[in-house]
């Protein structure tokens, strides 16, 4: 595995306040990555350090073995800032265009790049439109297209489908989903199920701090089942419990219970007898998860 | 520091694009127009007639001679004469306004952040003035050309001198704008509109003197802090006397600083 990203003790300050305290981390080749926090917790600053936009008051980045902003990475890393706009006055293909021209294409090849990209995101009717012309969602689809141009190595999308209608949003998964095996994206999303879906690793970020860094189903989470009903039962829990196996089962939110196994080798079993159980019971279900949800991970 | 010219050339040419294509571009363009054909037709056009003719060539040389500019009334093509008076002015003026807009609406919007994934900040600034200082030139060239032709009309054996001294006034207000285009690419930096960029610039020429006269009662002398100001060399130039390469130094050497310390503010920029 060759490591893509490498953040060591990376402080970002501005005025007396610290965004980021000595963050460090690295990220290897593969599937993408998760970047969460709540508001305010230094995901944007860790994106605009990692793309160059912004300098680190401490500390030391390199991407793909260069510094952010350096020219041997024009082309290879690609983002989606965090509400950064389009220029209004031009149309889309010709941003698309002028964007790829500089990635290095030759104008005939940017301009079958600009509408590969933009069917990508399905906005092949909207070559000629000015982004003024668009909906608030299609100019987050047309930016995102802008982060597919060429064949980027790393794709830094944050808060992507932020903003877009389920069916777009999905779209955008899809790319994210196809693309993983060649790609290295980076998401960052208030949608934990979303990342949950999308990523294998996790960089839980708070108060400028990176709390955690981890792998999703790992060990971990090996012990546990989720269970989310339709409804609250209130009879559920004793229920559960006399399933063999099952130690111990917690209302993790509502209509959502976190069951712990003590017996990870009899997890089948269990799942039978759970389903078996709500059945009888004539309770319905709407989802069984395998393990800890990215939420009871993190939270 | 390593320039890609292929990405500066990019970004050269999507400024020509911003002028010839967009709506704001074309306004400008319009305006432009409208200005030239009032100066070219009520000014080149009748006073270069006035300046030639006998009755009013006592009173033309009293007052040239008075503005230290007889050396213009030598000219062989007398258009030229009115043009390079009005041109050494309104060009300087004309950029600050149509080169205001060089980056800082880009960098509130946040569109550079898209850009500077894929050129250099040296390249930016370098690639977005190129592209400035070739719409300037395009301007200059087109009106250089109208006056010829107006000359050439009244006199088609004007044709040549009116093209060689064209040729030679065109490239002396290109470097004198040169300046000015990279004053705004400064003032980019530290501003987020154009019309800010425009206010600044304004500030900067209106109580920029007024300092430096300050500074002259203080002090007795203004330590080359005139220097500082684009365009302080237009007066020792405007009657193409005794005309010294030096003069044409200053414009260069301003341009040069100018442009260094625009890069070093946006190297250090956030976007």
Redesign the interface.
Known sequence: MSLIIDVQHVTKRYGDKTALNKVEFSLEKGAPVALVGPNGAGKTTLF?LL?????PSSGKISILGHAP?N?A???R???L?Q?????P??TIA??LN??A????MSNKLAKKDTARVLDMVGLSDALTSLPSELSHGMRKRA?IA?ALLGSPEIVMLDEATAGLDPANAREIRAIVSEHASDVNFILSSHDLSELERLCDQVLYLDNGQLKQHQTLNNNDSAGFLTLRMKQIYSEIIPVILQIPGVSQVAMTQDKEYLLTISNEQGKLSIEMNLLTALASNNWSYTQLINGKTLENQLF | M?I?C??IW??VT?EL??LF????GLLALSAFATIWFIILYYFVGSASSMVISPSFESMASQLFGALGLTALLDWPVAEYAIYWLVAVYFFPSFALLVCSDQFCS?KH???L?????????AELVLGRYVGQLLIIAILILLTSIATTILASVRDVTLLSASLQIGAKLSLELLIVVMPFIALMSLLNNLVNSARLAIVAATLFFALGPLVLAFIQYQFGQVFYLNWLFPGEQISSILSQNNMVTSQYLLPLIQTALLLMTSHFLMK?A??
Do not use: E
């Not at chain 1, 793309?51 to 300098?55: A, D, E, F």
């Not at chain 2, 294509?21 to 704001?24: A, D, F, P, Y």
């Open positions: 605009s793309c160059g936009y912004i300098q902003g020219s990475l024009f082309g890393l690609s983002a800032p509400d950064a706009q389009l220029d006055r031009f010709m941003q002028f964007y021209r500089l990635q290095g930016t802008q | 390593k890609s292929s990405r990019c970004l999507f694009l911003r294509t967009t709506k704001r880009d919007r946040g569109t952040r898209f850009i500077t994934l894929r050129t250099t900040r250090r956030s976007l």
